[in-house]
């Protein structure tokens, strides 16, 4: 079984649409991650939750706007996509407690943005 | 606020020798961890090591190894009889242990030479 699914791997769009991408993890974990991958490989974290709860929101346009149902899913929707939005998309759970445990990664979307 | 530095873009190593891989760390915290990652091609974030910063005892996982120094803030990845399947991008992580948050450096390129 996949811990960390996301869906779709690949995401080819205009711009100015609106997309979604989902996660789910099946792990038990209580905090999700949603992390921008650029072309140079920089992995820079955009959202946090825990249990549900927002918990970190770094400097990401409020095109991006992160929901999560509940505690396994965490969705990443943007509106009026950009040129500049092209990235790989990363999510990511990791345990509340436990603090040696690691996050644990889906596979990725690649976003293109034609 | 914390930062992880990895300051090699690109190695590489003939297969079957040793290579070790650089990262240093800034924080003002005392109880933290540190993780190594490996990217392959197929995008995916593989957990190579990790190190509680508590433990003196370098982390060794077979053929990967650490050597952290807490006190200059280093943490290396050592890796040994390298193999071809061993060429990716390597990113170093710090868990900061109040919010749950990790902070990835640029990553490191390996290149496996036949």
């Known amino acids: 079984d996949t811990a960390v699914s996301q869906t779709p791997k690949y995401l080819v769009t205009q711009m100015g649409n609106d997309k979604s991408i989902k996660c789910e993890q099946n792990l038990g974990h209580d905090t999700m991650y949603w992390y921008k991958q650029d072309s140079k490989k920089f992995l820079k974290i955009m959202f946090s939750y825990n249990n549900k709860e927002l918990i970190i929101n770094e400097t990401v346009p409020n095109r991006f706007s992160p929901k999560s149902p509940d505690k396994a899913h965490l969705n990443l929707h943007i509106n009026s996509l950009e040129l500049g939005d092209s990235a790989v998309y990363f999510c990511?759970?990791?345990?509340?407690?436990?603090?040696?445990?690691?996050?644990?990664f889906g596979d990725g979307t690649r976003l293109s943005i034609l | 606020a914390q930062t992880v530095t990895q300051s090699q873009p690109e190695m590489s190593v003939q297969e079957a020798e040793t290579v070790t891989l650089s990262c240093t760390y800034d924080?003002?915290?005392?109880?933290?961890?540190l993780f190594w990652y490996k990217q392959p091609p197929s995008r995916q974030m593989i957990l190579v090591i990790r190190q509680e910063a508590y433990k003196q005892q370098n982390a060794t996982e077979n053929r990967f190894s650490v050597n952290f120094q807490k006190a200059a803030k280093s943490f290396s990845l050592k890796i040994s009889d390298s193999q071809l399947g061993d060429a990716a991008m390597y990113f170093c992580?710090?868990?900061?242990?109040?919010?749950?948050?990790?902070?990835f450096g640029s990553g490191t390129k390996l290149n496996v030479k036949p």
């Open positions: 924080t003002s915290e005392s109880d933290y961890y």
């Open positions: 990511a759970s990791s345990p509340g407690q436990g603090r040696n445990q690691p996050q644990h």
């Open positions: 992580a710090y868990r900061d242990p109040r919010f749950n948050k990790f902070y």
